[in-house]
């Protein structure tokens, strides 16, 4: 799977296992990655490098449960 490829999937169903998602829309990376995690002080500059390196911010997807089941390692992904 090429990267970034589940932003093709708003709006669309996807299959895990026996589990069933509806693709709502892209998640926005927060602030949290910028801080140092021995400080707290906000020293890394994580959001300009993605959008210097892939063009967004954006870190993933928000999927709703439309049919439960079961998900297991390695079960693949299947958009519907």
């Not at 932003?7 to 669309?12: E, G, N, Q, V």
Request: proline share 1%.
């Amino acid at each position: 799977m090429d990267a970034w490829a589940e932003f093709d999937w708003i709006d669309r169903d996807i299959a895990i296992g026996d589990t069933v998602l509806h693709v709502r829309e892209r998640i926005k990376r927060c602030m949290h990655t910028a801080a140092n995690p021995h400080n707290g002080v906000r020293d890394a500059d994580t959001l300009g490098a993605l959008r210097g390196q892939f063009g967004h911010q954006d870190f993933g997807i928000y999927a709703e449960v439309t049919k439960g089941g079961n998900i297991s390692l390695g079960d693949k992904v299947e958009v519907l």
